[in-house]
């Protein structure tokens, strides 16, 4: 009995320890709160746009401050309008058929292609500069990164005078082409390479592989994180590019156009109450396929990165 009871009033004054160690996160509790509200009014825009593309002419024209629309409720008549060009008859006479699916398909070769050669250009590039020893290797590595201190736009037209002098300027290859010269993708790729092991590239030029080879089994599943994350950025920037495309193609070629020059001309039109849905729809339609490729890509990345590790 005596030996219990020394045990339970032992036990007491360590509860009373632990009840007064506890403390509220205060900090915690607050961040997470900034965090939520900078969270929801980051994305309230996107959910105005969709919904909004959801609504009616009618429900935008009467009811334009109303995000779930009263008359008719949610409708697909802005995507049929825009995919299908199927239009009420009431607002016929005010629109055009824009060819969607064309600037569609332009996007995707422009910011797919554009993408995918670019990293085969920058990944060999970066593994020359990192594997191959050459004459003048650093003073040519400092030039190409002192090329990226210039602006995009003071580059623009030299680019479109080269396309024109070539005869690209009514070609979809006028927009893939200026951009496989960049640097930054590059640089990004180098970077990660160099904390490969040169040991391991040493030994597989010992035993006779070619720089092909080795390239293909060591370096790119050792560095191909690096590789989705500029294959991302470089999907997005081909993706969301406007200026280009407008200085190439102007107002007349108009199915050499990309769905961001085509999305812009829409909202250009859509000043009537009729057409705002159309103009949020657009906007919906070219936001969906980057949402897509950069959840896919993301799993890519933490995927890539934890094989990376293990084999390091």
């Known amino acids: 009995m005596e030996s219990a009871q020394l045990v339970v009033n032992f036990a007491l004054p360590e509860k009373e320890k632990t ?4 403390k509220f996160p205060v900090f915690k509790t607050i961040s ?3 965090l939520l509200i900078f969270c929801i009014l ?4 996107f959910f105005i746009m969709f919904f909004g593309s959801l609504r009616g002419h009618y429900d ?7 995000l779930f629309p009263p008359h008719s409720g949610l409708t697909l008549e802005n995507f049929k309008m825009l995919l299908l060009g199927e239009y009420p008859d009431d607002i016929v006479h005010n629109t055009t058929t824009y060819p969607i699916w064309n600037w569609f398909i332009n996007s995707c070769f422009s910011a797919i292609g554009g993408t995918l050669l670019y990293l085969i250009i920058a990944s060999f590039t970066a593994y020359t500069f990192v594997f191959v020893d050459f004459k003048f290797r650093k003073y040519i590595f400092a030039f190409l990164i002192a090329t990226l201190v210039i602006p995009g736009t003071a580059t623009s037209v030299g680019n479109q005078s080269f396309v024109y002098s070539i005869g690209l300027n009514n070609s979809i290859l006028a927009l893939i082409i200026p951009g496989l010269g960049g640097v930054y993708g590059m640089y990004l790729i180098k970077t990660f390479f160099e904390s490969i092991p040169k040991d391991l590239v040493e030994s597989a030029k010992m035993d006779g592989c070619s720089n092909i080879s080795i390239f293909a089994k060591i370096v790119f599943p050792l560095g191909k994180t690096a590789i989705y994350v500029q294959g991302l950025f470089g999907f997005m920037g ?3 590019d406007l200026v280009w495309p407008q200085m190439l193609f102007g107002a007349k070629d108009n199915h050499l156009w990309t769905l961001q020059v085509g999305m812009a001309y829409i ?3 859509s000043k009537t109450a009729d ?3 159309t103009a949020l729809a657009s906007g919906v339609i070219c936001f969906l396929p980057v949402l897509v490729v950069y959840l896919i890509a993301q799993n890519k990345i933490i995927e890539g990165m934890a ?3 293990i084999k390091r």
């Open 19 to 22: 009840r007064k160690k506890f």
């Open 307 to 309: 094989t990376a590790g």
């Open 32 to 34: 997470f709160i900034f």
């Open 60 to 66: 935008a024209q009467y009811f334009p401050s109303e």
């Open 42 to 45: 980051w994305i309230s825009p």
């Open 238 to 240: 081909g993706w969301n």
């Open 275 to 277: 057409l705002i849905g």
């Open 267 to 269: 909202i250009n039109n």
